[in-house]
């Protein structure tokens, strides 16, 4: 069995589903195990040149991003792809296979596997992500609508939330690496498991 480096990711978008709006954020970071447990890296983050005509404006007040200023100095989604996979293929450990978290990650992977697709551009993370909602419900016996991150941050004595950082897709993705940590910490499984 293949062991995994796990990659918390996180996008903010324009819009509510893939195609129709444009992920404009997406951040990233690494999570692997080390000689003195699981280590967190320093995230990864780019922001991206929207190309679609549709824009939810109550999806641009939770992330702040400035459209016309993304337009201009925004990187394509075909080299912000290329880079991400260039990252992921690097800080990927040996024997291991990169695998996608995200809290909900339904949504942030749709987004990230649509723009891979619309690129032509293979996924590295395949067809599957691992959702640390959907975790917590079972390492930490909490129902559905108690996986929010507020209720996970007094469950697993997560760091502080530093506010201004919030909805910024590497701090989120970096936050979203401290859930899975602790998560992985509570199913005691040995590393050679995971």
């Not at 690494?30 to 780019?46: D, F, K, M, N, S």
């Not at 990252?87 to 990169?98: C, D, E, R, S």
Request: proline share 7%; charged share 20%; hydrophobic share 45%.
């Amino acid at each position: 069995m293949a062991r995994a480096t796990w990659f918390c990711v996180d996008i903010e978008c324009s819009g509510p589903v893939p195609g129709d709006y444009d992920m404009i954020s997406l951040g990233a970071c690494r999570v692997h195990h080390a000689a003195e447990g699981l280590e967190i890296g320093a995230p990864w983050y780019v922001e991206i040149a929207p190309q679609g005509p549709k824009v939810d404006a109550g999806a641009m007040k939770v992330n702040g991003l400035d459209l016309d200023r993304l337009r201009a100095e925004g990187a394509a989604r075909r080299q912000a792809l290329l880079d991400l996979s260039a990252w992921v293929t690097a800080q990927t450990l040996p024997g291991t296979k990169p695998v996608f978290v995200g809290h909900n990650a339904p949504f942030d992977w749709s987004f990230v596997n649509w723009a891979y697709h619309a690129e032509g551009i293979v996924n590295p993370f395949g067809y599957k992500a691992l959702d640390t909602k959907a975790l917590a419900m079972g390492v930490l016996a909490v129902h559905w609508f108690d996986s929010h991150k507020e209720r996970l941050d007094a469950l697993l004595d997560l760091p502080p939330v530093e506010q201004g950082k919030v909805h910024r897709a590497d701090y989120d993705a970096w936050y979203q690496a401290h859930i899975l940590a602790r998560l992985l910490e509570r199913m005691a499984l040995p590393p050679a498991a995971m």
